[in-house]
């Protein structure tokens, strides 16, 4: 029989000992078991539940994002059991992997773990012998700013940049203080067979090694939805019609304007008949722009990239090389962009500590490859491929982004100063050494979608002040923010389709609903990361504070569901709200 923490008997002060014992007995006579383990005191008893208990750990999460170590932690520090299992070596997804510009308008919505995490990094860059560049002073006086607030804010005592490394180690060390178990290198079975579920539970799921892990309660934290598209969980991929949820930003959106200056996009120039160059994805008649502008489309995703840590030092720069797989083609439109007058950054260099960069996608040829998650012959892409074909299209990504940099810096169609200046650059020796200096995972902005019990709209992003449906378990900050799918031409011309770069006014809530299924899908299943929203919604959502944030939320309900043996919806919500602002978590504007 498990034994649970027992719920406090209303007005035991006032009872005396006979009073207490007819209570008691007059539960178990309506067949509710109770148990007590040798040497507890009745404040200390547990009640059985048949629901929970019964597996190795209390609570089970499937991906080392910031989401799932935010999510450890908190079962952690509730005296729950947890593991997590990763499917890769290396923990803290993109915040270890590159992207230390971090993504939130708003330092004041960000609170509880994902707080705590800034400012460890805070407390790493006020010792002196974190910096072996440059001094701190040096660093402070190079960007007044970051996205959140002050790069480096000492009244509030955080920092908002940091070197991959720095975020890797700090991740590290709180799996290590807290004794945190982490299964790595094991993806998730994603067959049939993969998970076990039972009377709309999930008891159960496979690894890739063939081990079984079993909980009471799961987290999907992957950036892909794995967990949860094996559980049999309705999701989304791609974009809802602007009709389906009333949503002016949402379906496809072909750019009216000419981005391209001008560029020929015909492998032989003029002569259409000769096909595209590469990096552009389709023709559409001019007389069908109007027609497909809002309209569903359920394959494509927005683009994928790698947030490059870059550096002009000397010492620790390796020098961008030309890949072994180069194609030529696939730099065409670099070159001829470049020759039809294109002259601004062709990536961003958003200053870190030490001399180094969070490098992203900047200008309509850059790090970014638009349609490479995309199979147009058999229509699907990235995330509905398998383990093979993922490594296949991940390594695609990889050559494509070697070889930019190498085009850069080396090719003589490339304007000399622009090959001086892209030369002075290169990878930082001392950043994922284990990785040949590269980036230990690729950039998945946008996945699969729940089909949640609350589906988050744009509605809710851009009018916060909409009554909050369900309890707040965060914040969201950040501009819905989707980069571009692909490329078409029209009339001859190269237009980019799927972009959306749009401020909001405030912060805005988001709702438990979003992160757990209808109840009669599972009752004991959380997802922070491809958590129930629409594409436009989410493209505020997908950031990693955020996901810090629902993460450490998501696990303080699944604790307490099952503390009250209740299914994840009909959790106490004042309990869980409480317990939520105990710890620090940020609920409201």
């Given amino acids: 029989m498990s034994i649970r923490p027992h719920r406090a008997i209303p007005g035991s002060q006032h009872l005396n000992l006979a009073s207490l014992l007819i209570y008691v007995l007059s539960w178990a006579a309506l067949g509710i078991a109770t148990a007590q383990p040798q040497g507890a005191t009745i404040d200390d008893e547990r009640a059985s539940c048949a629901v929970y208990g019964q597996a190795k750990y209390d609570v089970l999460i499937y991906g080392a994002t910031p989401a799932g ?68 002073a040096q660093y402070m006086k190079k960007q007044a700013t970051a996205q959140p607030g002050p790069t480096i804010d000492d ?24 004794d945190i178990a982490v299964f790595r290198n094991d993806p998730l079975d994603r067959s049939a067979d993969g998970v076990k579920k039972k009377d709309g539970r999930i008891v159960s799921f496979k690894t890739a090694s063939g081990r079984v892990y ?33 949503e002016s930003l949402a379906g496809i959106r072909i750019d009216p304007k000419d981005g391209y200056l001008g560029m020929d996009p015909y492998v032989q120039k003029g002569d259409p008949k000769s096909g595209l160059i590469k990096g552009i994805d389709r023709v559409i008649a001019a007389a069908d722009v109007h027609k497909m502008n809002g309209t569903a489309d359920t394959f494509r995703l927005q683009s994928f990239n790698y947030r490059l840590c870059l550096t002009q030092q000397t010492d620790s720069r390796i020098a961008f090389s030309k890949p072994k797989d180069y194609d030529a083609a696939s730099y065409e439109i670099l070159l001829r962009y470049i020759e039809s007058g294109y002259h601004d950054k062709f990536f961003t260099k958003n200053p870190m500590p030490n001399g180094k960069t969070d490098s992203n996608s900047n200008g309509h040829v850059s790090t970014d490859l638009l349609g490479g998650n995309y199979d147009a012959q058999r229509k699907t892409n990235y995330i ?19 070889g930019f940099f190498w085009t850069l810096a080396n090719h003589p169609r490339v304007p000399e100063r622009f090959r001086k200046s892209a030369s002075a650059w290169g990878y930082a020796k001392d950043e994922f050494g284990s990785n040949e200096h590269w980036p230990y995972e690729i950039y998945i902005r946008e996945a699969r979608r729940m089909k949640g019990r609350y589906t988050m709209t744009q509605a809710d992003v851009q009018s916060p002040k909409k009554p909050v449906q369900d309890s707040s378990i965060g914040l969201g900050s950040y501009t819905l923010d989707v980069h571009e799918a692909e490329r078409v031409v029209v009339s001859n011309k190269v237009h980019n389709e799927g972009l959306i770069h749009v401020p909001i006014s405030r912060s805005f809530p988001i709702p438990l609903g979003s992160v757990v299924t209808p109840p009669n899908i599972a009752t004991n299943f959380l997802n922070p990361v491809t958590m129930s929203s629409t594409h436009v919604a989410f493209a505020s959502i997908r950031m990693e504070p955020t996901y810090m944030i629902m993460g450490q939320s998501a696990a303080t309900a699944a604790v307490l569901a099952i503390e009250q043996c209740a299914k994840i919806q009909d959790v106490d919500r004042q309990k869980l709200d409480a317990r939520l602002r105990e710890d620090k978590q940020i609920l409201a504007v």
């Fill in 69 to 136: 170590l935010a999510a450890a932690i908190q079962t952690k520090r509730m005296k729950k059991t947890v593991a997590i299992v990763s499917p890769s070596k290396h923990v803290g997804g993109l915040t270890a992997s590159g992207l230390g510009w971090t993504d939130s308008k708003d330092g004041n919505a960000i609170g509880g773990i994902a707080r705590e995490f800034y400012g460890r990094v805070y407390k790493h860059y006020k010792s002196d012998s974190a910096w072996s560049k440059e001094s701190r």
């Fill in 155 to 178: 009244g509030k005592q955080v920092q908002w940049t940091f070197e991959p490394h720095v975020a890797e180690r700090i991740f590290e060390d709180w799996i290590k203080d807290l």
């Fill in 214 to 246: 079993d909980a009471s309660m799961f987290i999907d934290a992957s950036y892909e939805g794995d967990l949860m598209a094996a559980a049999g969980i309705d999701y989304r991929i791609g974009r809802e019609s602007q009709a389906e949820f009333s």
């Fill in 384 to 402: 509905e491929q398998d383990y093979k074909q993922r490594a296949e299209i991940v390594q695609r990504h990889k050559t494509y982004t070697q």
